[in-house]
């Protein structure tokens, strides 16, 4: 949202600056050009001021237009600029949201002449919270409506209705994929009749998709499940709905953050062979292998125990879960000391709390690392919450001093062994509805390849994030034995390593670590599934929300001392 911000205003000062050339302008008016030539050349002139906004001389644009503001009005303030920025952009997000809703559901009335019933589910077995809904339709609109809430009404389309149809002629049964194209939906297809039945609404069209109402033995009927009804009238939101994305799975797993003294109240090393078991049937899971599952969810880490010291133990793991996510280290990789290596990660040196693959994007979700052998003194694995520390920073991220944190991108990059990565993060990212994601990579950042940026003022904030992530009492110890394996989520523990002893490598000591990744799309489609019971076990009674967790942690323990090292920077702050 801040980079936008600024993005539209590097933009203003570009048109601006395009005014302020005259003598071009006056140029082509002047001289009575041919109408072709003049599109030509103002063709040419729009390219002119293109150029003058790339990207390369934007940073010192922006430094010349905050000078130049700043000497037009009087009390200008950078934090004000950004407030102002930020409720524009807010507005604008409204006025978007407001015209595209109307687009979708139009409050038209029920009109006199349409065919309608009411209908309430009394059976039972449904666990439904449904209540009663009116049903109404013409031959060009289905009117959904909750006679318990004013307002409540929803009127749908036959098309985008009939797109949605699940049966076994319009999707394949065994894929699930359809069998027509959106493309050959008639426009003006319409409703024929509506049935209501405890799984949702039956549905026949008018003007159908010609090869589906030409069939003469089988009619087709479409079902329009309660669900969408419910979702239409907002009696369940999409969140209620577990679909792959990571805030469905936490509403329902919890999310409990963790320091040094939390974390060992609640970490598990789970049995290898029972994690390992097939579940039997959906009716029947195995709990070994889902509340590891569920524990990477709601604490970011697990370990297993009792892990053969096999060399493929690590892929047997890791595609329990899912498919691996291949990276240039290989399909699995070997964590060891080397010489020459080829990462700072295959040496004896101690390596800082860092993300794996930052220069990637997106970066892999999960982590494991199977310990093989342990035998040096010293090499302790260090993890710390850093999603705990981003959120209890993310409400400051708007005061001008802290804000390089969410403004400031940090180039990581890899270009090294005939191989080339580079992307580039805000150590905290967000978007409108608030934190997103933390990212801190010391030993893995790229170089600033024009330093033009002034990275003083990011410096300063970014080091109360370090003190933050790496004070004695956040940081977890953990040394692993041979047969632990520990699996962490890569986007929101950081983890490291104490230095190990070098000299026992002749004596044939040896710390050797096996390792694998999972993307963040594979790992969620397979958590999309933990059953019912058991991703709620730990959560308590409500559900998770980014607002309740942000709330939790302004209340916690920890929220003092941040905003104690806060004030350090910015005395304005308040508790
Ligand atoms: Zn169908």
Same mark, same amino acid.
């Given at each position: ?52 906004? /790339? ?108 797109? /949605? ?30 049935? =209501? ?50 805030? /469905? ?44 599952? *569920? ?39 070997? *964590? ?5 290596? $080829? ?8 390596? #800082? ?26 090499? $302790? ?29 940090? =180039? ?5 062994? #005939? ?7 805000? *150590? ?5 509805? #608030? ?15 024009? =330093? ?14 370090? $003190?933050?992530?790496?004070? =004695? ?78 709330? $939790? ?9 941040? *905003? ?12």
């Amino acid at each position: 949202m801040f980079s936008l911000a600024r993005t539209a205003q590097a933009r203003a000062a570009g048109s601006s600056r395009a005014k302020a050339h005259p003598l071009l302008i006056r140029t082509v008016h002047s001289q009575n050009l041919p109408p072709s030539l003049s599109k030509i050349l103002s063709e040419r002139h729009s390219k002119y001021r293109q150029q003058t906004t /790339s990207p390369e001389t934007q940073a010192e644009k922006n430094n010349d237009d905050a000078a130049a503001v700043a000497a037009s009005q009087p009390s200008y303030r950078p934090q004000q600029r950004r407030i102002l920025a930020k409720q524009a952009a807010a507005q604008a997000q409204q006025a978007t949201q407001q015209t595209s809703a109307s687009r979708s559901w139009p409050k038209l009335e029920i009109p006199r002449g349409a065919r309608r019933f009411t209908f309430t589910d009394a059976s039972p077995t449904s666990s439904s919270v449904r209540g009663t809904v009116t049903v109404a339709w013409t031959d060009q609109f289905l009117f959904v409506e909750d006679p318990a809430t004013q307002d409540g009404r929803r009127t749908l389309k036959p098309a985008t209705i009939r797109d /949605s149809c699940s049966c076994p002629r319009c999707r394949d049964p065994s894929s699930g994929q359809k069998t027509f194209s959106s493309v050959e939906i008639p426009v003006d297809i319409g409703l024929e009749h509506v049935k =209501p039945t405890k799984k949702g609404l039956e549905i026949t069209f008018l003007r159908d998709i010609p090869r589906f109402s030409d069939h003469d033995d089988k009619k087709h009927i479409m079902l329009l499940p309660w669900e969408s009804i419910d979702l239409s009238l907002k009696r369940k939101t999409m969140e209620d709905v577990t679909l792959p994305r990571q805030r /469905s799975i936490l509403r329902r797993t919890g999310v409990t953050y963790w320091d040094r003294h939390i974390l060992p109240q609640h970490i598990r090393h789970i049995d290898y062979a029972a994690f390992m078991r097939p579940d039997n049937n959906p009716n029947d899971p195995n709990p070994a292998f889902w509340d590891a599952i *569920v524990d990477l969810c709601r604490l970011g880490i697990v370990f297993l125990r009792n892990v053969p010291r096999d060399p493929s133990s690590i892929e047997h793991i890791t595609s329990r879960i899912a498919n691996l996510k291949e990276t240039f280290y290989g399909r699995t990789f070997d *964590v060891r000391a080397k010489p020459d290596a $080829e990462n700072v990660a295959y040496t004896n040196g101690f390596l #800082g709390l860092h993300q794996d693959l930052l220069y990637l994007d997106p970066p892999p979700m999960i982590q494991a690392l199977h310990c093989m052998e342990s035998s040096r003194a010293g090499g $302790e694995s260090l993890f710390s919450d850093g999603e705990r520390v981003g959120r209890l920073l993310w409400p400051y991220a708007s005061r001008h001093r802290l804000a390089p944190l969410a403004e400031h991108h940090v =180039p990581y990059q890899y270009a090294k062994h #005939g191989f080339h990565y580079f992307s580039s993060r805000r *150590v905290l990212e967000g978007n409108a509805a #608030g934190f997103t994601n933390v990212f801190w990579s010391p030993p893995f950042q790229g170089r600033y390849m024009s =330093p033009v940026k002034d990275i003083r003022s990011w410096i300063k904030p970014a080091q109360v994030f370090s $003190e933050l992530i790496n004070h =004695p009492d956040a940081v977890y110890e953990h040394k692993m034995e041979p047969g632990d394996c520990v699996l962490f989520d890569n986007l929101r523990v950081l983890h490291g390593r104490n230095a190990f002893d070098n000299a026992s490598a002749s004596a044939g000591g040896e710390r050797w670590l096996r390792g694998a990744y999972i993307a963040a799309e594979d790992f969620l489609s397979r958590a999309a599934h933990i059953p019912k019971g058991l991703a709620e076990k730990y959560r308590g009674e409500v559900p998770w929300t980014p607002g309740l967790a942000q709330q $939790e942690l302004r209340e916690s323990a920890w929220h003092g001392d941040v *905003v104690r090292r806060l004030k350090e920077i910015d005395p304005g702050i308040d508790e």
